[in-house]
Nanobody
């Protein structure tokens, strides 16, 4: 069982920056994909960014391209999401996820508990 521990998040005014991080209990095929998802009250969960830990390939949702950056620190089994130019609509609970890469796609089987990001106008 992969354990994911999130840190960071918090509250900031629009235009500000926040960073969230996720440390995995292992860095194996089970964490070949690591990503961030978010869910605001009343909304469906949406993918924000993914990273393929074996290749460093990064993917972003259109809504965050150019503002968010996902990165990894292999030595610490940690994936981080740097969020700049934050908007009120970025307000959500942010979840870290991990899973294997199968059939050309990520299969997210493991989830963190979530960390709140609140952006005020």
């Amino acid at each position: 069982q992969v354990q994911l521990v999130e840190s960071g998040g918090g509250s900031v005014q629009a235009g500000g920056s926040l960073r969230v991080s996720c440390t995995a209990s292992e860095y194996t095929y089970r964490t070949a994909c690591m990503g961030w998802f978010r869910q605001a009250p009343g909304n469906e969960r949406e993918g924000v960014a993914d990273i393929l830990t074996f290749s460093g390939t990064k993917l972003y949702a259109d809504s965050v391209k150019g503002r968010f950056t996902i990165s990894q620190d292999n030595a610490k089994n940690t994936v981080s999401l740097q969020m700049n130019s934050l908007k009120p609509e970025d307000t959500a609970m942010y979840y870290c996820a991990a899973g294997p890469f199968r059939g050309g796609r990520c299969s997210y089987n493991y989830w963190g508990q979530g960390t709140q990001v609140t952006v005020s106008s």
